[in-house]
């Protein structure tokens, strides 16, 4: 299982550059899409929950296991030449860029490994895993006993202990600085299946720099 858990970190590594190569490679066809500057968001929130259980903090030396995002929604404007760098692809890199860096920054005693690359859900699991995150936003995931049932599984069977995903994020950009973000994030315990920590947001960003939005979408939906 050891050599397994390797095998899925490297598939990590080599996917992370794949898209990272991709995103850098892009060629904007408008001369002032890319200011070069790291976006200044001004924030205002719609809704924000937050819950986490007391005195949160993870067993040294478990496996944080990551899912990728279950459900990725990105519009823009039909008339758009600056949203060329905007796709459901690029916002999910970027939510799990800022997710990694947060969770180490958390948790630095925990390995974090990611789960289903591309969410090539393995036969044996597809039919459930899908099944059970078809109607996450029908139950409340703290209320949801099939849900805790199904991690709990899905820990043991992978010999993962942590599991952290994001039940949706859905992103609209509104015109050249500014976009709308709502987003539902949550970390589990599969040994008890109880969650330790939800964020809920849903906010409007507006870009303060003279350059459109082009990255950094997720920075303002972890905070």
């Not at 794949?18 to 408008?30: A, G």
């Not at 949550?186 to 990255?215: C, H, I, Q």
Request: net charge negative; proline share 4%.
């Amino acid at each position: 299982m050891q050599s397994a858990i390797l095998i899925l970190i490297s598939l990590v590594l080599v996917s992370c550059v794949n898209r990272n190569d991709i995103v850098r490679s892009e060629s904007p066809p408008c001369n002032d899409c890319r200011s070069g500057d790291t976006p200044n968001f001004e924030i205002k929130i719609n809704k924000s929950y937050r819950e986490k259980s007391e005195n949160l903090a993870l067993d040294s030396g478990e496996y944080i296991g990551i899912l990728p995002a279950l459900n990725v929604i990105a519009t823009h404007p039909e008339k758009c030449d600056y949203c060329h760098s905007f796709s459901e692809s690029a916002v999910e890199f970027d939510f799990a860029a800022k997710e990694d860096s947060l969770l180490a920054a958390w948790f630095p005693n925990n390995e974090r490994v990611l789960l289903f690359p591309g969410s090539q859900v393995p036969e044996r699991d597809s039919a459930e895993f899908w099944n059970i995150f078809a109607n996450l936003k029908e139950i409340p995931l703290n209320e949801n006993k099939e849900l805790k049932l199904f991690l709990k599984k899905l820990g043991h069977r992978y010999k993962i202990r942590y599991l952290a995903f994001a039940s949706f994020i859905e992103v609209n950009i509104k015109d050249k600085k500014t976009f709308d973000w709502e987003s539902e994030w949550s970390l589990w315990d599969t040994k008890s299946g109880e969650m330790l920590f939800w964020d809920y947001k849903n906010l409007t960003a507006r870009n303060k720099n003279s350059g459109p939005v082009d990255r950094g979408w997720a920075g303002v939906g972890i905070l």
